[in-house]
T-cell receptor
Framework: GAVVSQHPSRVICKSGTSVKIECRSL??????MFWYRQFPKKSLMLMAT?????????EQGVEKDKFLINHASLTLSTLTVTSAHPEDSSFYIC??????????FGPGTRLLVL | AQSVTQLDSQVPVFEEAPVELRCNYS??????LFWYVQYPNQGLQLLLK??????LVESINGFEAEFNKSQTSFHLRKPSVHISDTAEYFC???????????FGTGTRLLVSP
């Protein structure tokens, strides 16, 4: 149990376009979902925390208008990178939690902006 | 604020040798502790966690970690590693009552024949 999926696994887009990444909890209801960004050979940086039906809480330094997060249901959260630029290229990972105890991570989405 | 230190960015080891990946944390309040493993181009998988109770926790694939409150450490150990254990290992902490995970910078375990 506790499987989290992400779609797409890999996306290449042109600079200036927007990209949407989906995160789904497949076999449980996630009260909270998290979005992380991972730079090459670096740790995970928490971008934002989202609870179903409410606005996401962004970490300091993360542009909320740049990285739009929607958590419309207990099994789905989306991250939209608006007007993407090459510096937004990264590995984006979501996680989902059904309790305070454990976060279950998705397989990640590799974004490349040309 | 909490922080996690993984001093070793890379640990090379031969197959069937023992290994220890070090993790130290800093927090003024009680925390939960986690080890996650990340295989190439994949997300993170929970390896083991300490929430309460016995300070020695084990995973199903032979890893174990011991919570040492006095030394604020949660080192990960395995008595005999396999080639398939080659991966990036992340230590993380979470303050009890909160959901935010704080990660260390990771340790790459390289197992060679």
């Amino acid at each position: 149990g506790a499987v989290v999926s992400q779609h797409p696994s890999r996306v290449i887009c042109k600079s200036g376009t927007s990209v949407k990444i989906e995160c789904r909890s497949l076999d449980f209801q996630a009260t909270t979902m998290f979005w992380y960004r991972q730079f090459p050979k670096k740790s995970l940086m928490l971008m934002a925390t989202s609870n179903e039906g409410s606005k996401a809480t962004y970490e300091q330094g993360v542009e909320k208008d740049k990285f739009l997060i929607n958590h419309a249901s207990l099994t789905l959260s989306t991250l939209t990178v608006t007007s993407a630029h090459p510096e937004d290229s990264s590995f984006y990972i979501c996680s989902a939690s059904r309790s305070e105890e454990t976060q279950y991570f998705g397989p990640g989405t590799r974004l490349l902006v040309l | 604020a909490q922080s996690v230190t993984q001093l070793d960015s890379q640990v090379p080891v031969f197959e069937e040798a023992p290994v220890e990946l070090r993790c130290n944390y800093s927090s003024s309040v009680s925390v939960y502790l986690f080890w996650y493993v990340q295989y190439p181009n994949q997300g993170l998988q929970l390896l083991l966690k300490y929430l309460s109770g016995s300070t020695l926790v084990e995973s199903i694939n032979g890893f174990e970690a011991e919570f040492n409150k006095s030394q604020t450490s949660f080192h990960l150990r395995k008595p005999s590693v396999h080639i398939s254990d080659t991966a990036e290992y992340f230590c993380a902490v979470r303050v009890t009552g909160f959901q935010k995970l704080v990660f260390g910078t990771g340790t790459r375990l390289l197992v060679s024949p």
